[in-house]
């Protein structure tokens, strides 16, 4: 229960970061990648905020249809293999998911549109 608590938590914590970490990769591709980086102030118009805010439903989408549907095959699962087998794997879906924090944070070499589909990963670890 501990470790659940604490994957909750690490995600509720990850959200706000993640945001503007998916705000700077559009605002440095919508301005070409400048040498010194793009001010925070820039990337709040119309061109940025929107991509954003689909970026960000979608993700949202595709992050919860997995609970819906992966939840009880999962539980069942773990009722035939024993919960710490589930939850080694969950944890595994957790840190593939932790890939995306790198990957945006490099968006001249991984497009931010790539990062909005989580379902690579989702399945995993939402069980």
């Not at 010194?36 to 940025?48: M, P, R, T």
């Not at 595709?62 to 710490?84: C, K, M, N, S, Y």
């Amino acid at each position: 229960m501990t470790i659940h608590f604490l994957l909750a938590f690490c995600d509720m914590v990850l959200v706000a970061p993640l945001i503007r970490l998916y705000e700077n990769s559009l605002c440095l591709s919508y301005f070409d990648f400048p040498a010194g980086g793009v001010e925070e102030s820039f990337c709040k118009i119309e061109e940025i905020q929107r991509p954003l805010a689909t970026l960000r439903g979608w993700k949202s989408m595709f992050e919860t249809i997995p609970v819906l549907l992966v939840a009880v095959p999962i539980g069942r699962l773990g009722d035939h293999h024993g919960r710490r087998k589930i939850m080694a794997l969950a944890l595994v879906g957790v840190a593939g998911s932790l890939c995306e924090v790198f990957a945006v944070h490099f968006p001249r070499y991984f497009h931010c549109d790539w990062c909005g589909s989580p379902l690579q990963f989702s399945c995993v670890e939402e069980g």
